[in-house]
């Protein structure tokens, strides 16, 4: 189990982390999600000891990660995949984190075995590994100690979509054997094939946590319409809020009966109407998210204004 209560992070007057508490259960996948910057790094480093929090605490199992003896043996960590020393092979790499955790060197082999790098592979200088290599030799190097633990930063960047679908099926294996695991990512799809529990992080806060069910559940409603600028109004005049959908139609604040009562009342034939799937998963994370995005997401009210100007 790792809880993390209160946890606060500044750097001079910027708040990289704000008040965050959060737990991963044994025998689950919790994902970690938040776009570029959000914070998922800063949390997990505060988690791992490597930086300080301003305040707030972090407990692995009952104890900060710093007071555990022989941590790696309890938790393993992968940060970043490109901070091994590009000089060593990845077999040199591993023997090292097997001597200085006290496991036997036939783990070595296991490992390598495990996350599916060859023999030819394992020899070869990490200069010369793809990113995807380099993550798959960091989760051998966070998993060597048999941890019952993982805190991964980003693991699948670099992976190509049989890499994430093999993690999903090694990450799934180790929780299902009473596992607790942590991964971060800024891309939804590889949080929603991996994580059981989903953490959204946006501007340094908690925005959104639960299961993928739970998430869409307060999602609304998924409409499209003959008539979507009338339906829109109709929608508006009954004070229900929606947001336009690149494909066309809208997502609503509302149940889809509501929706399909207003339309009928209206005479407007509906073609598309119903709650939440993957695609509004996305939708809600950039909705939840944008006020950390970059790219800006257009809202209802935009998309109206736009049309009052260009009409
Ligand atoms: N050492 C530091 N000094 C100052 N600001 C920092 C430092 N480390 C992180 N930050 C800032 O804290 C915020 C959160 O950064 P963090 O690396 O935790 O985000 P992230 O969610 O991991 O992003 P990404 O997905 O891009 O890796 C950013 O605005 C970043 O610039």
């Given at each position: 189990m790792i809880t993390?209560?209160?946890?606060?992070?500044?750097?001079?007057?910027?708040?990289?982390?704000?008040?965050?508490?959060?737990?991963?259960?044994?025998?689950?996948?919790?994902?970690?999600?938040?776009?570029?910057?959000?914070?998922?790094?800063?949390?997990?480093?505060i988690m791992v000891g490597l930086t300080p929090p301003t305040s707030g605490s972090v407990r692995i199992g009952d104890r900060p990660y710093r007071e555990i003896p022989n941590p790696a043996a309890q938790v393993?960590?992968?940060?970043?995949?490109?901070?091994?020393?590009?000089?060593?092979?990845?077999?040199?790499?591993?023997?090292?984190?097997?001597?200085?955790l006290g496991v036997p060197s036939s783990r070595?082999?296991?490992?390598?075995?495990?996350?599916s790098l060859t023999p030819d592979e394992a020899n070869r200088r990490v200069r010369n590994y793809s990113l995807g290599m380099r993550q798959r030799l960091g989760i051998a190097n966070a998993l060597i100690g048999d941890p019952h633990i993982l805190i991964l930063d980003e693991p699948a960047n670099g992976l190509d979509p049989a890499g994430i679908h093999w993690m999903r099926s090694l990450l799934r294996d180790y929780a299902n054997r009473g596992g607790t695991v942590l991964l971060s990512s800024h891309l939804l799809h590889e949080i929603e094939i991996i994580a059981d529990e989903i953490l959204v992080i946006g501007q340094g806060?908690?925005?959104?946590?639960?299961?993928?069910?739970?998430?869409?559940?307060?999602?609304?409603?998924?409409?499209?319409?003959?008539?979507?600028?009338?339906?829109a109004h109709a929608m508006s005049v009954a004070g229900i809020a929606a947001q336009p959908v690149t494909e066309g139609g809208f997502t609503a604040d509302a149940?889809?009966?509501?929706?399909?009562r207003i339309a009928l009342r209206q005479q407007i034939p509906l073609v598309e109407l119903r709650v939440g799937d993957g695609a509004q998963l996305e939708e809600m994370f950039l909705q939840l998210t944008q006020q950390t995005q970059r790219e800006s997401v257009p809202t209802f009210r935009d998309a109206t204004a736009l049309q009052g100007a260009q009409s």
């Open positions: 993390v209560e209160n946890l606060t992070k500044r750097y001079g007057d910027h708040v990289a982390v704000n008040d965050v508490s959060f737990v991963c259960k044994p025998g689950l996948v919790t994902g970690f999600l938040g776009p570029n910057g959000a914070g998922k790094s800063t949390t997990m480093r393993g960590v992968l940060l970043d995949a490109s901070a091994q020393h590009a000089g060593r092979t990845g077999a040199e790499i591993l023997r090292l984190t097997a001597m200085t070595v082999d296991e490992m390598f075995d495990l996350v806060r908690i925005v959104a946590e639960g299961t993928k069910e739970e998430l869409l559940a307060g999602s609304g409603t998924r409409v499209r319409s003959l008539d979507d600028d009338a339906l149940a889809p009966e509501d929706i399909g």
